[in-house]
């Protein structure tokens, strides 16, 4: 896409340039109303855009019709028709396209046998499960071979326990050559899926790069939170003896790397990087090491979320290993300490 | 709910007094006509060939209309357009014009001076005391009910669908006669039933287009006047009979699945 514009109602999409090689992997992450879905509507061909240009293969298709297109598009709540059995879903594309019988059977089995549906084919689909509606919907937009699929929140409407099938369809059919552009507001979905990501905000693309980047080195507060950091503090900043330190609020004070900062601004601290330490297994005397007291435990997807009083809350993530070697509970004391190149510190213009 | 609460007890009165009021009259009717005369009137020729008419004239109607209404539904539910407002009060005015003066107003229209009238008679085609120009009286005061309710039956079709099948490859009609179409049908069947009946008991408006040939609620009308209450009632009681008979077996009909309220559908954001 190409600096393309589309006003909608009082919303925009504004300046979008996006480019997806071939046979890649990109996810696109933006909150609801971050104009998401109107950006792949805009890619299908269910507007035009204001202006701008929308190329495919090189070939600009910005004014082609839809069914020129050849973008599958797989919309958030499936979009499977309801007055229509699975088969019927499945084979539409075919019958658009005047398919014979004979090569419409054979497609829609073959597909259906890929997905793993072929047992509902001739089920209506009033009482599927989201997880099979997703099939019937992904298998409905693949019979026609698109070169580009379009995921609109594809994981936001099935159970948790799907999710790792869906993934690894999604990852199949990307080794087979074929282009995603998934979108989403997950970004833990971006990090296993994408080779590329980009975040969308007030219909703006803020930042594009690997995920590893783009997580770990997010260009402002709201990617930061994206990328799901829970650690943020506003800090004034200052030089000591050639290196930086940032104070908070609560006057913690914590050091950071050394670079060109202005008097203010916001840091920020991934929760994998905060280690927890036993209160009898260290000394006070380096760097970013503070006292803390337990005050919250939760299980996380990773193993343990805690959350620490040092001053300021603080939020680690630890391995169950790690949790259940530092026997801690709720009011323990502890040592959280975390290096001088984890923080990221915000400042100026990219404070949103 | 709390029971037997004041509020509850006015509720059921005051909904019980609007209920008599609705089948006293036509209970009385049936009680007062005797069997006899009902036989009577049901073997009348007249009585036969007004009834017959007025359900295939109505019915005709419908149809026909049906062919431009449904699409013209169609776009009021999806597309934006300049004076889409008037559009609409232009739709529902029917509904508010006496029905005599909707008659008038539509006789002009077909008269041999009138616009369609000259149109027609250019073919050898009349429209007064024919049943062309009853069925379009008919259609004149009953459409609206037909379109409003395909309008709303097009309306809660999800738009996701028609885009989805927009991207599946479908042409635009394809979308409206495999998408659209099948998932507002209950409304649409179930204001060509409206529409059907509507049109069907009207009086008005038929009543200054053609006197005869005679539909049921002119025939009625005519009894009354000539011989009194004791000739119009077994006719009014064959015609409701026969009106609501009809009325029930097209309710019957589209009684299928409702695909739209049969699954919940989440909400794109």
């Given at each position: 896409m190409i600096d393309v514009n589309k006003k909608l109602g009082n919303f925009a999409l504004s300046g979008i340039n996006l480019e997806i090689p071939e046979g890649e992997y990109f996810v696109l992450l933006g909150r609801s109303g971050s104009g998401k879905t109107q950006l792949l509507e805009l890619i299908a061909g269910l507007y035009a855009p204001d202006s701008g240009e929308i190329r495919i293969a090189g070939k600009d298709v910005t004014r082609t019709r839809i069914q020129d297109r050849n973008i599958g598009l797989m919309f958030q709540d499936f979009?499977?028709?309801?007055?229509?059995?699975v088969s019927g879903n499945i084979s539409f594309p075919l019958r658009c396209r005047k398919y014979s019988h004979a090569d419409i059977s054979r497609m829609v089995a073959e597909a259906a046998e890929k997905l793993n549906i072929d047992h509902l084919l001739d089920r209506l689909t009033n009482n599927l499960s989201s997880g099979e509606l997703q099939r019937v919907a992904l298998a409905r937009t693949l019979i026609t071979s698109p070169r580009l699929l379009l995921l609109d929140e594809?994981?936001?409407?099935?159970d948790a326990s799907l999710k790792d099938d869906i993934r690894r369809i999604f990852r199949q059919l990307n080794r087979e050559g074929l282009t995603i552009l998934h979108v989403t507001h997950d970004y833990r979905e971006a990090i296993s899926l994408a080779a590329r990501v980009g975040v969308l905000h007030n219909g703006r693309i803020i930042q594009e790069g690997k995920p590893g980047e783009v997580f770990r080195r997010p260009e402002n507060e709201f990617i930061a939170r994206y990328a799901g950091i829970r650690n943020f503090f506003r800090v004034k900043l200052y030089a000591e003896d050639g290196s930086w330190n940032a104070v908070t609020g609560n006057k913690m004070v914590i050091s950071i790397p050394p670079d060109e900062y202005p008097v203010e601004g916001l840091l920020a601290i991934r929760s994998e990087e905060v280690k927890i330490l036993n209160i009898l297994s260290a000394g006070n005397s380096q760097k970013n090491m503070f006292r803390a007291v337990v005050r919250e435990i939760y299980p996380s997807e990773t193993g343990m979320e805690i959350i620490l009083d040092a001053g300021e809350m603080i939020h680690a993530d630890i391995t169950m290993n790690e949790f259940t070697e530092l026997n801690i509970k709720e009011l323990s004391e502890v040592w959280i300490t975390f290096s001088s190149e984890a923080p990221i510190v915000f400042s100026g213009k990219e404070l949103i | 709910m709390i029971k037997n609460s004041p509020f509850n007890w006015i509720l059921l009165i005051l909904s019980s007094l609007v209920l008599l009021f609705i089948l006293a009259p036509l209970t009385g009717m049936f009680l007062h006509t005797e069997g006899s005369k009902l036989l009577e009137t049901v073997s009348d020729k007249d009585v036969q060939h007004s009834i017959w008419l007025t359900l295939w004239v109505s019915f005709t109607a419908t149809f026909f209309f049906a062919l431009g209404a449904v699409p013209l539904a169609w776009v009021l539910a999806r597309k934006k357009f300049p004076l889409k407002g008037l559009v609409q009060g232009i739709i529902d005015l029917p509904v508010v014009l006496p029905h005599t003066a909707a008659g008038i107003a539509v006789l002009g229209f077909i008269s041999r001076d009138g616009f369609l009238g000259k149109v027609a008679d250019s073919v050898?085609?009349?429209?007064?005391?024919r049943p062309a120009g009853i069925a379009l009286a008919m259609a004149f005061v009953s459409l609206p009910f037909l379109i409003n309710s395909a309008r709303d039956g097009f309306a809660a079709v999800p738009e996701r669908l028609e885009k989805a099948a927009l991207t599946l490859g479908a042409s635009q009609s394809r979308v409206f006669f495999s998408i659209s179409l099948p998932l507002a049908w209950r409304n649409i069947t179930s204001g060509f039933v409206l529409m059907f009946a509507r049109g069907m008991s009207e009086f008005g408006a038929v009543v200054i287009i053609a006197y005869h040939p005679m539909i049921a609620p002119v025939m009625i009308y005519d009894r009354f006047t000539s011989f009194g209450l004791k000739y119009a009632r077994p006719a009014s009681v064959v015609f409701i009979i026969i009106a609501l008979a009809v009325f029930i077996i097209l309710r019957l009909i589209p009684a299928g699945r409702n695909h739209l309220n049969s699954r919940p559908h989440a909400e794109n954001d």
């Open positions: 979009a499977v028709f309801p007055n229509m059995t594809p994981m936001a409407s099935v | 050898g085609l009349t429209f007064i005391n």
